[in-house]
C-alpha cells in the first residue's frame, strides 16, 4: 500500500526533542536539576579549543520552569555565546511587543536587558529554533510534536544574549585580549540563573505583583513585531 502523503509545509522543519541517543529525564545545571524538554549538540556552535565552555555538554536546552510554569529556552549562538529566552502566551501584557516598547518601569533585568522579542521561529531548525519543546494546548501530551503543532504556538519570545561589553565572545577576541581586557565568559549556570529570574518578572508582571505594576503599560502605541523571523 503506497505511503499517504504528508501535506504539511514543508516550509516548518519537523519537531523533534533531541539529538542525543536518548533525551534524559534530569540534567544538571549549577545546583539545579532540570527536567529538559529539549536536549541539542550543535557542533558547529560549539566554541573550539579548551576553555570555561568545554564542560558544558550541550549546545540546546528548553524546559518548563518549575515556579513559574513559563517556557525557557537555553540557546548557544553562532558566536558561541549562550542566549536566554522566555515565552509568554497571548494574555500578558507585553505579548507581541518588541524589545524597545518594553518601558524600563517593567523592571525586566537579564543581563544585559531584553534585546529580542519575536514569536516563534517555526522555519528554522529545531535545533536552532525558539519555540516551544511540546507546543499548546494542543501538543502539550506528546512526546513528539508534529510540524503542524509548531504552527500553533503562539507564545511570544523575550530573550537576551551574553554579548555585551565585558562579555567574553568566544568566536571574537582572543583569548589572551580577553583576559587582558577583563572579559568574562557567560557560563550555562550564569545565564541559567538570569533566564529563570527572566521568567519569575515575566510571571509578577502577568499577575499584577511586580512593584511599580501601575506604569509599566506606556500611554503612547506599541510597535508590533512580525512573527516568524529573528
Known amino acids: ?56 555538554p550541550f549546545d540546546k536546552i528548553a524546559w518548563r520552569d518549575a515556579e513559574t510554569g513559563l517556557d525557557c529556552i537555553l540557546l548557544r549562538q553562532p558566536s558561541g555565546v549562550w542566549g536566554g529566552f522566555v515565552a509568554v502566551g497571548p ?19 537579564p543581563h544585559g536587558g531584553i534585546d529580542y522579542a519575536q514569536a516563534c521561529s517555526r522555519n528554522e531548525d529545531e535545533a536552532v529554533r525558539v519555540c516551544h519543546a511540546h507546543t499548546g494546548h494542543r501538543a502539550a501530551q506528546r512526546d513528539t510534536p508534529t510540524a503542524e503543532d509548531q504552527t500553533m504556538d503562539d507564545a511570544w519570545w523575550f530573550g537576551f544574549l551574553a554579548d555585551k561589553p565585558g562579555d567574553h565572545v568566544p568566536s571574537g577576541s582572543k583569548p589572551v585580549l580577553a583576559s587582558e581586557e577583563g572579559e568574562v565568559y557567560r557560563s550555562i549556570d550564569f545565564m541559567y540563573a538570569e ?26 502605541p506599541l510597535r508590533l513585531g512580525k512573527p516568524g523571523g529573528r
Open 91 to 109: 494574555g500578558h501584557p507585553f505579548y507581541a511587543h518588541r524589545e524597545d516598547a518594553i518601558p524600563a518601569a517593567a523592571g525586566l533585568s
Open 1 to 56: 500500500m503506497p505511503r499517504k502523503k504528508n501535506t504539511t509545509s514543508r516550509a516548518v522543519a519537523s519537531a523533534r526533542n533531541t539529538n542525543l541517543a536518548k533525551l534524559p529525564e534530569r540534567v544538571a545545571i549549577g545546583a539545579h536539576e532540570v527536567r529538559p524538554e529539549q536536549l541539542y549538540v550543535i557542533k558547529d556552535r560549539h566554541p573550539r579549543g579548551r576553555g570555561p565552555w568545554t564542560d558544558e
Open 195 to 220: 533566564t529563570t529570574k527572566l521568567a519569575r518578572q515575566l510571571k509578577a508582571i502577568e499577575d499584577g505583583s511586580a512593584v511599580g505594576t501601575d506604569p509599566v503599560l506606556p500611554a503612547s
